[in-house]
Antibody, heavy 122, light 109 residues
Framework: QVQLVESGRGVVQPGRSLRLSCAASGFTFSSYGMHWVRQAPGTGLEWVAAISSDGSKKYFGDSVMGRFTISRDNSKHTLFLEMNSLRAEDTALYYC???????????????WGQGTLVTVSS | EIVLTQSPGTLSLSPGERATLSCRASQSVSSSYLAWYQQKPGQAPRLLIYGASSRATGIPDRFSGSGSGTDFTLTISRLEPEDFAVYYCQQYGSSPPYSFGQGTKLEIK
């Protein structure tokens, strides 16, 4: 069965960096686009970033553009989110999600991890 | 970016009743690229509907989606106890960025 397990949670000071990882199993990781979606405490969902199956295409939400980087290692079935210049408003539960469509980015999120909590505070 | 507005914010109903949730877009959603997700407390969201009306794998047929253009609806024909949760609509267009509505909380009356 499809499993997505995020790691890298932590408390960091504003302006610092943090790297999240997502270990995937139960499907052919290299065939699917992947996304990060976040949820600030008690609020709704916000799409953060996407990467195509081969890593050649990357997209970011306006709120993280220029600060966050998404990448993947298909040989290790792992997705990453590198977060720089962190702000208090980046505090959220970060979900790793699989794109519904093989080989293309559809923007439909069919499988979700349980999330990893990032807290930005001094 | 397309802004999605969901209504009502909270819907109070009893098991067995019919639930109708609305999602309105600030501009037309191309090719009905609209999805619905369910989120229960402490859990990740779950995909229910994509393409405005197609049920995802394993989703019971009491869940149905409809609409096009700027107005979309999620209907739950007969509420089961496990259906009380928060529901989000999401547009996915032909390319990013993707956006979610603010959610509708479906609570037991």
């Amino acid at each position: 069965q499809v499993q997505l397990v995020e790691s890298g949670r932590g408390v960091v000071q504003p302006g610092r960096s943090l790297r999240l990882s997502c270990a995937a199993s139960g499907f052919t990781f290299s065939s699917y686009g992947m996304h990060w979606v976040r949820q600030a405490p008690g609020t709704g969902l916000e799409w953060v970033a996407a990467i195509s199956s081969d890593g050649s295409k990357k997209y970011f939400g306006d709120s993280v553009m220029g600060r966050f980087t998404i990448s993947r290692d298909n040989s290790k079935h792992t997705l990453f989110l590198e977060m720089n210049s962190l702000r208090a408003e980046d505090t959220a539960l970060y979900y790793c999600t699989r794109d519904w469509s093989a080989y293309d980015l559809s923007g439909i999120f069919d499988y979700w991890g349980q999330g990893t909590l990032v807290t930005v505070s001094s | 970016e397309i802004v999605l507005t969901q209504s009502p914010g909270t819907l109070s109903l009893s098991p067995g009743e019919r639930a109708t949730l609305s999602c309105r877009a600030s501009q037309s959603v191309s090719s009905s690229y609209l999805a619905w997700y369910q989120q229960k407390p402490g859990q990740a969201p779950r995909l229910l509907i994509y393409g405005a009306s197609s049920r995802a794998t394993g989703i019971p047929d009491r869940f149905s989606g409809s609409g096009s253009g700027t107005d979309f609806t999620l209907t739950i024909s007969r509420l089961e106890p496990e259906d009380f949760a928060v529901y989000y609509c999401q547009q996915y267009g032909s390319s990013p960025p993707y956006s979610f509505g603010q959610g509708t909380k479906l609570e037991i009356k």
